[in-house]
C-alpha cells in the first residue's frame, strides 16, 4: 500500500472524527445549557406564583376585616390557583387557615424555625414543591405555607426535554455527515499535492508543483518543495558532474603511473632510467594526492553549523602566513600587502575562521595571481571596515570571456588563459566552498588590466 495515500486516508478520517466529536460535544453542551437554564426559568417563575399566592391569602385574611377564613375558603374553592394546591397560615404555632379540606402538606418545627431564619424559605416534598413566609404585624408573627405542584411547568420541562434529544440525534447524524464531506473539501487540495509528489522521482526532479489556487497553506507547502526540488536538482547535477569529473582526473594519472610501470618492467634500464621513473612516479602520485584531497575538501558538509563557532584569529596573521608558504612553492614570487580602512585596536582585524581552509583559500588565490601574471606579482589589499573585513588579490593579465566569468568556481572548469599553466580545475572551486563554509563570498571582476578576487567576510 502506498504510504502516502494510507496516510492521507488517514487525516482525512482523523480530522472528520475528530470534528464530529467536537460538533458532538458542543451541541450536547449547548442544549444542556438550555435545558437547566429553562429549569431554572420555570423553578424560578412557580416560586413568584406560590409567593404572589401566599401574600395575597395573608393580606385578604388578616389585613381585610369583613373577611374571615370559611368565605377565604370558599372563594380559595370558586377560584383555584394554578400555582397552588394548598395554603396555610399560622399564628405563632396555631393554624388558623387552611386552604384544603386536607392537609398534604408535610410540615414540623424544623420548617418554621427555617421560614422564620431566613425570611423566605423555598423546598421540595417529592414531586411538589412548598414556599414558607414569615410575616409580622404589630405583635403577632405569621407564617404563610404555600404549596403545590407545577402541572404546566412540568410538561413543558418533558416536551423540551424530548425535543431537544431528537435534535440532537438529528444534529449529530447531519453534523458527522456535513463534517465528513468538509473535511474531505479541506483535504482535497492534500490529495492533489499527493498525485503530483508521487510523479516525482530522481529521474524527474525538473518537475514543479503548481503553486497558486490550492489555498494558501498549500500554495506555500507547494513553493517550498519546489524550493527544495530546486535544491536536491543542483545537488544531483553537482553529484553526477563530480562523480563524472572525479573519474576522469583521477583516470588521467593512474593511467600515466600504470603506463610508467609497464613501459619499467617491459625493458630494461640502468639505474639513472629508473632513478628517472621513479620520479616521474612520485610526481604523479603528488598530483594525485593532491587531486583527492581536493576532492574530499570539495564534497565535504559544512564543519560547524554557525561561523560563530570557529575560533577568532587575525586576517592579517593568516595573509602573512599564507605568503610565507607561497615563497617556499614560488621563490621568485612578488607579494605586497596593505592595509586599508578605519582600525584602531587588534580586536578589529579578528575573524571567525577555520584555519587550515583559510590557509587553502588564501594559497590558491594567491598562487593563481602568481602564475597567472606574467611579471608573478600579486598586489594584496587587506580592507577592515564595521561592516565587513576584506582581502582582495589582484594581478596583471588578461580577462576571461563573459561566459568564462561565470563558469571559473566551478569544479573541474578551466578557462582557456590556463591552457600553460597545469591545474586540475579545482582550486577555485575550493576557495568558494570554504567562503561558503566561513558564512563569506568570494567575487571577480577585471579593472584597468587586472584581474582581482575578492573575498569578503560579512
Known amino acids: 500500500m502506498n504510504p502516502i495515500k494510507k496516510n492521507s486516508s488517514s487525516l482525512r478520517i482523523r480530522f472528520a472524527f475528530g470534528f464530529g466529536l467536537l460538533f458532538t460535544f458542543f451541541l450536547a453542551a449547548a442544549l444542556i445549557f438550555i435545558y437547566i437554564s ?7 417563575e412557580f416560586y413568584d406564583r406560590l409567593k404572589e399566592k401566599a401574600v395575597t391569602t395573608y393580606k385578604l385574611l388578616i389585613e381585610v376585616d369583613r373577611l374571615d377564613s370559611s368565605l377565604l375558603r370558599a372563594i380559595e374553592k370558586n377560584t383555584p390557583s394554578s400555582a397552588a394546591r394548598q395554603v396555610m397560615v399560622f399564628k405563632d404555632s396555631i393554624n ?13 418545627r424544623t420548617l418554621f424555625d427555617s421560614i422564620k431564619a431566613r425570611g423566605e424559605y423555598f423546598t421540595r416534598q417529592e414531586e411538589n414543591e412548598a414556599l414558607g413566609l414569615y410575616m409580622q404585624k404589630k405583635s403577632d408573627r405569621y407564617t404563610i405555607l404555600a404549596y403545590g ?20 440525534c438529528v444534529g449529530v447524524v447531519i453534523g458527522w455527515i456535513v463534517t465528513y464531506f468538509f473535511v474531505k473539501k479541506i483535504i482535497r487540495p492534500l490529495d492533489s499535492l499527493k498525485n503530483n509528489l508521487n510523479t516525482i522521482n530522481y529521474n524527474s526532479l525538473d ?7 490550492q489555498g494558501e ?6 513553493a517550498n518543495f519546489n524550493q527544495m526540488l530546486v535544491r536536491l536538482d543542483e545537488a544531483f547535477s553537482f553529484q553526477k558532474d563530480f562523480v563524472h569529473y572525479a573519474s576522469h582526473e583521477l583516470r588521467t594519472p593512474l593511467a600515466a603511473m600504470v603506463g610508467l610501470t609497464e613501459s619499467s618492467l617491459n625493458n630494461a634500464k640502468t639505474n639513472e632510467q629508473f632513478q628517472e621513473v621513479l620520479k616521474q612516479l612520485l610526481n ?41 608558504i607561497m615563497k617556499e612553492i614560488i621563490p621568485d614570487s612578488e607579494i605586497q600587502v596593505d592595509i586599508e580602512g578605519g582600525w584602531s585596536n587588534e580586536n578589529d582585524l579578528l575573524i571567525h575562521a577555520n584555519e587550515p581552509l583559510i590557509l587553502i583559500a588564501f594559497n590558491n588565490l594567491m598562487k ?29 593579465g588578461k580577462d576571461f570571456a563573459k561566459d568564462e566569468r561565470e563558469k571559473i568556481f566551478t569544479p573541474f572548469y578551466r578557462a582557456t588563459n590556463s591552457s600553460t599553466v597545469k591545474g586540475h580545475g579545482l582550486g577555485l572551486a575550493l576557495v568558494k566552498q570554504i567562503a561558503q563554509l566561513h558564512e563569506a563570498s568570494v567575487e571577480y571582476n577585471y579593472d584597468h588590466s587586472r584581474n582581482t578576487f575578492r573575498f569578503i567576510f560579512n
Do not use: C
Open 96 to 108: 388558623i387557615y387552611n386552604s384544603s379540606d386536607t392537609n398534604k402538606m408535610v410540615y414540623n
Open 217 to 222: 497553506e498549500v500554495d506555500s507547502l507547494s
Open 38 to 44: 429553562f429549569a431554572k426559568f420555570r423553578k424560578d
Open 207 to 213: 518537475i514543479r508543483l503548481p503553486e497558486t489556487g
Open 368 to 396: 593563481n595571481a602568481i602564475q597567472y601574471s606574467p611579471d608573478k606579482k600579486v598586489n594584496i589589499v587587506i580592507r577592515i571596515e564595521e561592516a565587513e573585513k576584506e582581502v582582495r588579490f589582484s594581478n596583471a
Open 284 to 324: 604523479q602520485q603528488k598530483g594525485l594526492t593532491d587531486i583527492t584531497n581536493s576532492l574530499l575538501l570539495l564534497s565535504g558538509n559544512k564543519i560547524v553549523t554557525h561561523v560563530q563557532e570557529y575560533p577568532s584569529s587575525r586576517i592579517d596573521e593568516l595573509v602573512f602566513r599564507s605568503i610565507e
Open 149 to 168: 405542584y407545577d402541572r404546566a411547568g412540568f410538561r413543558k420541562m418533558n416536551f423540551l426535554k424530548w425535543v431537544m434529544i431528537i435534535v440532537y
